[in-house]
């Protein structure tokens, strides 16, 4: 914020921010090169944990997109995760073509989605969270039902995705690449959707219903489309699993698969897309860790880490940054402000901005 | 490409990943926490008493001569065949030896590509399930260690085809595999019989109840029933409700849920003209086998060792200690220090009593289409806290 | 002896500081009132004494320092809060809304009597009174939560533009009981109130708030009879 | 759904007629019937609980009417859900204002472009040239928008962070970035100080004139009501009381009787 | 048609079941106005005292009582140690922080009493009656007969004490209860307390038939969330009502309807909850919301 008054708002408020957009954008070079790098460089095994980190950030995507952006609980991700992998089981074990099978991973989750929430976008809160309940445990016994398309409770081993001779990669490598290539354009695609229009009727829906009647959004439809994308973000996440892990059964799809999407999905950041893949990255890499401390007790500490997490900040990993500087500005800072006549004068400029804009405006 | 096997630190250009001069390491992933980690955590426990005990005793004596301890590394996979992927990535990544021993249907189908593709030894699962063990050609470096449900199934098929009676049966059986191959494995057996099944129902491990499964059997007035239950609580269910229901059949249970201690007893079961299971290993609790060797070893192994893991037994912890026993049989006759060489020796067990075993069950991995314990002996309980041998129906 | 007295309070949200050193004083049955444009701290004034945000200074209530004591604590001690917007219970009924004000309370017979009294004051209430608060009109919203305050007994009543959304009629019903409850409980009180007009005719005295900062202080006549006041609050 | 109804009143932007509504056993309006004259400012007054409030969210389809037509420059709108009520021209402010309070004011007044904005999700999520361009003109008039109604200093601040008072301002602009032909205002004054309102009279004169709107203003501020209405509609349990100027309204008794109170009305006189 | 009668029984007493956590859903709910995924680890905690006393030879009844006050603790002192920190805050967080409990009370549970289901004494008599060849356990007659008492205290309490309102008040609107001088901490510190020390009550009553060990609830509290929110969630009777609901038509559906079975018998309560849902999204017994522009 502008400290003196005299300098026009606009300088002082667009210098910093010219300054933080360059910074973001050798930010991102810097992390486009190392995910390009990384699989080269790493095991097997570490780029089976990225590549993960890829499959879940994916899901926790869509999970965020209608749980953090538009406010409306689902307890039913892994439902969609689980139909995405056993089509794209299905697809391939019946020669479909890679990209069609990926397209149908998208399409029908999302059309299954799409109908689930006409339905159920008419309610809100508990009872909407009771109907996405319902998906993954009703979803559990209809896979075994159905073993003709789902290998039952054996579930069923796909090995597919092979390293092309000509690309000189290992299959983990090769994989790692497809997968994180679809994570990337997804969360692109989701990033530009959260921002503009469609974002903003997402976070009134969310806030509130009434008003977004008045600005001319249907809470309705905007509820019906956020369930869709993030079904059909599930199931693209089911197309990525079956890549990573090469085998599916009814266990992608339980309860409790949802459950820990949606604590990642806490812990990385609510409404926010960096959140998102830090929430993935929590999910794939805690369990890893507890069981390096004990793999005995890994519930226990799993939790403990959580907990531990959203104490010290609740608003997600995501947050961590801007807790740090707060931490390094108040401790730079004297409690009491009123010991340094400057500051408290600064403060007061901000704090009484009316004022200051009518400065700023005669002069 | 890059290469595929890296040598661990310290072996010669010929030894496989995971085995030095003086140390070979294995591991295993199974449930340790979760619904499953009670029967998860002693497939654990028990093959850690094993080698720790014998660790501290000097090490595993190998066919090449030299004596090596084992290293070995447990991770939990909550059930979670995802999970099971990337411990066994991780365990790979560690340089472990073998992969042996691990609990859970999806889990162990999820690693199984990867063994296969990789080379990797993931050998005497505790599983019952037949993909593992059915057709070891297709996967060589696969093999289970306890009898297939159908093993078990079957032998229940075969008392009741064997009483030549006109016998009527209820099943009840668990909605996935397990279920199924108990059902396949009767079903083989009573074929051509006279023996009819008339009623049959299957739940979720996930019921609260079976009593309307229980309820709805019952109207059968069926002479024996089958209850193919792998769940603790629900076993104890199915007794107490069978018998509130005036319904007193004779029951046939599988062996991972017919403790005495457990089951028997708070279910009621004395009150069944008879009730049989199917075994192969001794139940280290049951006063039966209070003054046996093998029981006696077992028992100071896991107090010293395994007791940090598992804290309550199922009969998987005398399994895994079992398992044990074959590992080091294997060893005994592996001449080099190769995963080949393993799977070599591993496959030309037979005749091998290995402890806790009953009498007369023996491990024999020599043949591709079956578990490394291919029978079981039919007991039947007590009425007390212990089971006799059964002959005939 | 002054019952509630602020000496140099200041009061910030997260890390904006909004109140640089407030100081008065309110005698025992007395009315102050705070003026001053949006945004000039007054509400955040009566936050701070009823504890609903973070403050350093000292804020007296009949000697004691009460700064740092929760809203609850304070409402313990008599200070009744009448919240700027919205300061209804939603889901719960306009009676239940009333009891709940009468939480502190022990005298279980005069609070079923109190109940009766509010209902009377505010007929639209009466009407509504097993309604959730949260159907209620704006105005009538307004009044429960001035009756809720009523119903606290209280030894000071903080109102934060009580007035707001009352039709004028009502409005000077309110301000007319208030004063009832000042004369007949001595009850004492700060005003913050928009509708100057009104706030005069129950304050002795005000204090004018500018940025978080005293910038006038004086007795009602005082304060009236100057242009600048008059200008920016009273028209004309 | 499109009935134009030529016979009566050509020139209302908005026409209520015999409007009822019933919660349950409640009767709120009661056949309430008016006009309100195009390019006009029309006040809405009278006791609290008299419906005002409720009558708003009828004519902007958040109420569904017991009985009686609506139309809005001409159309019927009853039926007309309320998410469309934007399209046809109509946008509001709330008696409590409803912000997003963890938002910037800008992204607050920029919801109020949705309902013109071009493009739907995968337009959106591909952030196509045309859906770029549309988005920086909104964003244009959205500050355009603050800085007449004086709040340009706060575009980038949390709404959460301004006073009440300010909250209503930073409605009024998300309605009027909404394009509306028909502008509905819920108390626009309540928790302003006099200059503020002045101010505010000012800007929704100004505003009027230059986006050719139409204005029903609920208001306790007589003051505000005279200043700006030409005519006003006097609401009491539901019912219209009365309709006319605010001169005439506040000298009349049953008004003065039901909703200024005796010494009130002297005191707005004087 | 006794085969009928039977299978109506048999869904009650799962339907107990259910109601038992449910009732324990609603008093969190009602007291804090959180969906509290840790209800069943606490409940689970408390009844593991009850077992470990029950073990140690003290009778069934005295280790209840126990576990009611080790649960009513334990609750209490879980708000005000962790849920305290995350009052006033996005509630979702709460809601992940209760995750958060779960999943360490019940690795607490396993580190004390391992994972595997240890049998648990009955409170009542372990003996079926007949009744023209309906037969029914004194176990779920006598779980019953409890939750209706529950049932009825709960109900009494939420609207007929002061203690009641001001919970209801506090999960209203916290801040502005506090004006009014309700000692929100305290009171969302006894939501919690009781609804630990009814968990306790609804573990001790399921144990005997569900065994008891860490995961005990898992699935339960899925069907109890169900009960409690087709019930209308701040109604202890809709609760009841809804979960005895659940547990008959659920048996219904597996004994009559043979394209459902028995593997997804389970979809008919869920589908059944959804269908009322969506036409009363309020529940069976709940009050409408009320929500205004
Ligand atoms: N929650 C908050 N976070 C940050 N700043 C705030 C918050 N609430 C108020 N402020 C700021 O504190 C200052 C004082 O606000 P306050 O609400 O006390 O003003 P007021 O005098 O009551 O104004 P009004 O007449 O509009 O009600 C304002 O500049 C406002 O922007
Ligand atoms: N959704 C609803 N449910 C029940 N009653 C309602 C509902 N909406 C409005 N009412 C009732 O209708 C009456 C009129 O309310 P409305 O908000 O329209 O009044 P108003 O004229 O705007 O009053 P104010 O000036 O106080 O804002 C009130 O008594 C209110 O209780
Ligand atoms: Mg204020
Ligand atoms: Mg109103």
Known sequence: MATSTASPATTSTTAPRATSRWKGVALVGVLAIALVVAPLVSSPYVNYQLSSIAVFAVAILGLNIVMGYTGQVSLGQSAFLGLGAYIAAYGILHDWPGPLTLLLCAVVPAVVGMLVALAAARLRGLALAMITLALPIVGVPLARRFDEFTGGSQGQVVSWLRAPESSGLANDQWRYYVVVLIAVVAFALARNLVRGRIGRSFAIVKENEAVALSMGVSPYRTKVLAFTIASLLGGVSGFMYLAVVQYTSPETLVFATSINLVAAMVIGGSASIVGTALGAVYYVLVPVLAGQVNSSRTALISGVVLLAVLFLLPAGLVSLPRRLARLRSSRRRPAHPPAHPTTSDEAAQTASAPTAATTDQHS | ?393 | ?236 | MTTTTGTEAPDAALSVRDVSLRFGGITVLDGVSFDAPRGGILGLVGPNGAGKTSLFNCISGHYQPTAGSILVNGTETVRTRAWRMAQLGLARTFQHPALRLDATVLENVMLGAHSWLPGGPVSWSLRLPATRRQEREARATALELLDRTGLAWAASMPADELSHGLHKGVELCRALLSRPRLLLLDEPAAGLSHGEVEALIGTVREVRREFELTVVVVEHHMGLISALTDRVVVLDHGAKLMEGTAAEAQSDSRVVEAYLGKEAAADESA | MSYFIQVVVDGLSNGAIYAAIALAIVLVYRATALINFAQGGMAVAATFVAYALTQAGVPVLLALIAAVVFGFVLGALLERGVMRHFEGGDPDTAVVATIALLVILSGASAFFFGYEPHPFPSLFPNKTIGVLGVFVSLRSIGTIAVLLVVMVGLQLLFQGTKLGLAMRAVADNPRSSALSGLPVSRLLMIGWGLAAALGAIAGVLVAPQLFISPGMLDFVLVYALASAILGGLDSPIGAVVAAAFIGVIENLAGAYLDFIGDDLKIAVPFIAVIVILVVRPQGLFGRKVTVRV
């Open chain 3, 1 to 236: 002896m002054s019952l509630l007295e602020l000496e140099d309070v200041t009061a910030s949200y997260g890390h904006a500081q909004v109140l640089h050193g407030i100081s008065f004083s309110l005698p025992e049955n007395g009315a102050t009132g705070l003026l001053g444009a949006n945004g000039a701290g007054k509400t955040t004034t009566l936050r701070a004494i009823s504890g609903t945000v973070r403050t350093t200074g000292r804020i007296l209530f009949e000697g004691r320092d009460i700064s740092g004591l929760g809203p609850d604590r304070t409402a313990h001690l008599g200070i009744a809060h009448v919240p700027e917007g919205r300061g209804t219970l939603g889901q719960l009924s306009v009676r239940e809304n009333l009891l709940v004000g009468a939480y502190q309370r022990k005298d279980r017979k005069q609070i079923a009597t109190d109940v009766d009294y509010v209902l009377d004051l505010f007929p639209n209430l009466q009407e509504r009174v097993r309604s959730n608060a949260a159907a209620l009109s704006g105005g009538e919203q307004q009044m429960l939560a001035v009756g809720r305050a009523f119903m606290a007994k209280p030894r000071v009543i903080l109102l934060d533009e009580a007035s707001l959304g009352l039709a004028p009629s009502t409005a000077r019903r309110v301000y007319d009981a208030v004063v009832r409850l000042r004369r007949e409980a001595q009850v004492s009180m700060v005003v913050v109130e928009q509708n100057a007009n009104l706030a005069f005719s129950v304050v002795d005295d005000a204090t004018v708030l500018e940025t978080g900062r005293v910038a006038l202080h004086g007795s009602r006549d005082e304060l009236m009879g100057m242009d600048a006041v008059r200008r920016a609050y009273l028209g004309g």
């Open chain 2, 1 to 393: 490409t890059r290469d595929s096997t890296a040598g661990g630190p310290g072996a010669d250009d010929s030894a496989s990943p995971g085995i030095t001069d003086d140390s070979i390491s294995i591991g295993i992933s199974s449930p340790l926490s979760g619904a499953t980690a009670g029967p998860g955590s002693c497939t654990i426990a028990g093959l850690d008493a094993y080698i720790e005990a014998k660790n501290a005793a000097g090490g595993f004596e190998f066919g090449d001569g030299k004596t090596r301890t084992v290293d070995f590394t447990y991770l939990d996979d909550v059930y979670d065949p995802a999970k099971a992927v990337s411990n066994f990535r991780q365990l790979l990544n560690d340089n472990i030896f073998a992969y042996v021993g691990a609990l859970g249907t999806p889990t162990n189908a999820a690693v199984m590509p990867i063994a296969e593709e990789e080379e990797v030894p993931q050998v005497l699962l505790t599983t019952g399930a037949r993909t593992f063990s059915n057709d070891q050609e297709a996967h060589p470096w696969t093999t289970g260690f306890v009898p297939t449900y159908a093993t078990e199934g079957r032998a229940f098929g075969e008392l009741l085809a064997n009483a030549n009676q006109p016998l009527t049966v209820a099943t009840l059986a668990q909605n996935d595999d397990f279920g199924e191959s108990y059902l396949d494995g009767l079903n083989e057996a009573i074929e051509g019989s006279q023996v009819q099944i008339v009623a049959s129902a299957t739940y979720e491990p996930t019921d609260t109840t079976l009593d309307a499964q229980v309820t709805e059997l019952a109207a059968s007035k069926a002479d024996v029933l089958l209850s193919a239950v792998s769940v603790t609580p629900l076993q104890v269910g199915v007794l107490t409700k069978a018998q509130s229901l005036g319904w007193l059949p004779r029951i046939f249970l599988p062996s991972n849920t017919s403790t005495p201690g457990t089951i028997l007893q708070p279910g009621g079961a004395a009150a069944y003209p008879a009730v049989y299971t199917p075994s192969f290993s001794k139940n280290p609790n049951s006063p039966a086998f209070a003054n046996d060797e093998d029981v006696k070893a077992y028992l100071d192994a896991f107090e010293k060792y395994g007791s940090k893991i598992a804290t309550t037994y199922t009969p998987h912890c005398a399994w895994s200690y079992a398992e044990g026993a074959v590992l080091d049989e294997a060893f005994q006759g592996m001449e080099e220090p190769t995963r080949e060489a393993f799977m070599t020796s591993l496959k030309s067990i037979s005749g091998f009593q290995a402890p806790l075993l009953l009498d007369g069950i023996t491990v024999d991995t020599t043949t591709d289409d079956d578990a490394a314990i291919a029978d079981v002996q039919l007991v039947q309980y007590d009425g007390q806290a212990a089971f006799k041998p059964v002959t005939a129906y």
